[in-house]
């Protein structure tokens, strides 16, 4: 009994032994993200092509050992549920022993899920949520959030500064087109933290800028109707319908404009409007509507166009912002290896000092690690569906851009 006892006890030595060996040959990346929604698909996909690249190319090289890349698939289910989203979080750091994270989406999940990963002193590379707490607590408490950094995208308030920058343009072209000095918007915001701060900028910087806001609609992120809002938007008069949707009503909304043949145009974030199925998933008609974006074949940075030609011969379909969990793996390799360590505290300096070249982006962090906003870096691009093609619009600077178009009056 006593030697069966010794004999498995040795054994289970040895396999702890040789489990934390193979550990030792990889630098195991958790990618956090709600799997069965477009945006856990993209978190997925940039990653697993940063990961085939970086182990073709021979992997990480710390202190002069290589390191191959292991991504730990997380679904976080976070758009249904925040305990989902925190369990996965506390379950890739103690069963599967993750040394990094990436991604999140909804901000309500994400504010939980930073609290996980800063018990864990683990560094969190944000890819989805935007809401400015994230980096507010960085700079109220330091020493407890440092690890984490906003890689996409930039935070609410400067998410507005760009979707106002957009607007303006919008609205010079409908007073110039429709004769009108002050044109109507109507504010199309889901039901969500992340919405909170650009609806308040919105209904204060839109007058300043001689627009009249005409009302503030609020729908669920996965309602699957909205006729009652889009026709009281219909009586308002709006030229304009300011999205800010984040799930799936985004399709519905897009369809049901367009089987009313609504004479706004939508113009925002419609994050299902990103990605390239929104045409069909929309049944055709969402002539006309535009967001804000990420990803285009426009030169935003020298990596944009091979990315994304890359990423659609891959997958078949165009990225969506969340794939920029691609460049965070890109920017953490380069940052592991200039410090020649996995040391979080040391990874921690080194990342608040770079600047990252990405593919839809040129990155560096502010003292909240939220990214440095500024059109052309940034900023995003913002696109808009004409005839079944997703048309980049915006910054017109930008090699590739094409014009804007309006319904018909």
Do not use: C
Not at 58 to 72: A, S, T
Not at 94 to 100: L, V
Not at 120 to 136: N, R, V
Not at 293 to 302: I, L
Request: no cysteine.
């Amino acid at each position: 009994m006593l030697r069966s006892f010794i004999v498995g006890l040795a054994a289970f030595a040895l396999a702890g032994i040789f489990d934390s060996a193979a550990h030792a040959q990889t630098i195991k990346i958790a990618i956090l993200g709600p799997m069965a929604f477009v945006q856990g698909e993209n978190h997925w996909a940039g990653a697993e092509m940063a990961r085939d690249e970086i182990n073709k190319a021979g992997g990480v090289n710390v202190g002069g050992k290589p390191r191959q890349i292991e991504l730990i698939r997380a679904d976080t289910n976070e758009i249904q549920s925040v305990p989902d989203a925190t369990n996965a979080v506390e379950r890739v750091i103690t069963r599967d022993r993750a040394d990094f994270l990436i991604g999140g989406f909804r901000s309500e999940a994400v504010l939980a899920m930073q609290e996980v990963a800063m018990d864990h002193k683990k560094i969190f590379l944000g890819a989805g949520a935007a809401h400015s707490k994230l980096g507010q607590n960085v700079e109220d408490n330091y020493s407890r959030y440092k690890y984490w950094f906003r890689y996409t995208p930039t935070k609410d308030v400067d998410l507005a500064r760009t979707l106002f920058a957009v607007m303006n343009s919008i609205a010079q072209q409908i007073r110039t087109e429709l004769k009108t000095d002050t044109p109507k918007v109507a504010l199309l915001a889901e039901k969500a933290v992340w919405t909170q701060a650009l609806v308040g900028a919105a209904q204060k910087n839109l007058p300043a800028m001689k627009m009249e806001v005409v009302g503030l609609w609020q729908p669920s992120a996965t309602a699957t109707d909205v006729t009652a809002e889009l026709s009281a938007i219909d009586r308002a008069g709006a030229h304009i319908v300011f999205t800010m949707l984040s799930g799936p009503v985004g399709i519905v909304v897009g369809r049901q404009m367009g089987e009313r043949n609504m004479k706004a145009v939508a113009w925002g974030i419609n994050v299902e409007g990103q990605k390239e199925e929104f045409w069909q998933a929309a049944a055709g008609k969402a002539q006309f509507v535009s967001t804000l974006d990420t990803y285009a074949e426009v030169e935003m940075t020298p990596r944009t166009v091979p990315f994304v030609r890359a990423f659609k011969e891959r997958y078949k379909k165009m990225p969506t912002y969340t794939a920029a969990t691609y460049d965070a793996i890109h920017m953490l390799k380069a940052v592991i290896e200039k410090e020649n360590t996995l040391d979080a505290e040391k990874l921690v300096a080194a990342i608040e000092k770079i600047e990252h070249v990405g593919t839809g982006s040129i990155v560096t962090f502010d003292k909240r690690h939220d990214l440095v906003w500024a059109v052309g870096k940034t900023a995003g691009i913002a696109v808009q569906w004409q005839d079944g093609q997703k048309v980049p619009f915006w910054p017109p600077t930008v090699k590739g851009m094409k014009p804007f178009k309006l319904p018909a009056r």
